[in-house]
């Protein structure tokens, strides 16, 4: 295990545009923002989703396309670095009309409807990503 303690925060309220690519957006937020560390909650409406499912056998991600309007009923996320940048990791879960939900880790191609965020950007040594090798994955 792994600890990262932080003693302070901002907290910053945020809109994204209708279209805005979800992914893209909250990372230029956070680049923007110059938010090393932190975590992301987010509500709105998608009008395409993009997310990822990881064969944790296959050692990749099956990508999931929703080509519909979904509530984006959860977004949580958190904020390190990677490659010397601002990484943002999210994952959603998306309701359609009946209700029903699917989610997954958000990818690239997610098309923003409407989308409400609230950043908690915290100070200090940011976690920063590497390959993990039990897993295959980036983790910190
Ligand atoms: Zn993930």
Redesign the pocket.
């Known amino acids: 295990m792994k600890t990262f303690p932080f003693s302070s925060e901002r907290i910053l309220l945020a809109r994204l545009d209708r279209g805005d690519d979800l992914l893209e957006a909250l990372t230029a937020l956070c680049a923007a923002e110059r938010v090393e560390a932190g975590v992301i909650h987010a509500i709105g409406a998608v009008e395409r989703a993009v997310v ?1 499912y ?1 064969d944790q056998a296959a050692g990749h991600y099956e990508r999931l396309v929703f080509e519909q309007g979904l509530e984006i009923a959860n977004l949580n996320a958190n904020v390190s670095i990677k490659d010397g940048a601002p990484f943002v ?1 999210a ?1 959603v879960t998306l309701s359609d009309a009946d209700g029903r939900c699917v989610g997954g ?1 958000l990818m690239p191609g997610t098309r923003v409807f409407a989308c409400e965020i609230q950043l908690r950007a915290f100070t200090g040594a940011p976690p920063v990503r590497g390959l993990d090798e039990p897993t295959g994955l980036p983790l910190w």
Do not use: A, E, I, S
Request: overall charge neutral.
């Open positions: 990822g990881y990791h994952h880790h």
